[in-house]
């Protein structure tokens, strides 16, 4: 769900670590109580997906894992 809350404009935006080096795929994360917001960092002012932490840990750990299923679905 895109959040375009004006808040959202101040927040403390960081480039993840996971984003390519060639600027084609920058991925750009910021935090707030109870929630993460991700978006384009090429289109700051498009759409923004809001995660609750947890969500967001099990994403990054599948991401480390290599994308393996790590048995959390049922």
């Avoid at 959202?8 to 480039?15: A, P, V």
């Avoid at 935090?31 to 990054?60: C, E, H, M, N």
Wanted: aromatic share 10%.
């Amino acid at each position: 769900m895109a959040d375009h809350h004006p808040a959202h404009r101040e927040l403390n935006w960081f480039k993840s670590s996971y984003s390519g080096g060639s600027g084609t795929e920058c991925v750009e994360a910021s935090y707030l109580p109870g929630s993460v917001i991700v978006r384009d960092s090429k289109d700051p002012d498009g759409s923004q997906l809001t995660f609750v932490p947890q969500a967001w840990t099990l994403f990054l750990d599948t991401l480390r894992d290599g994308g393996s299923d790590s048995g959390t679905r049922s």
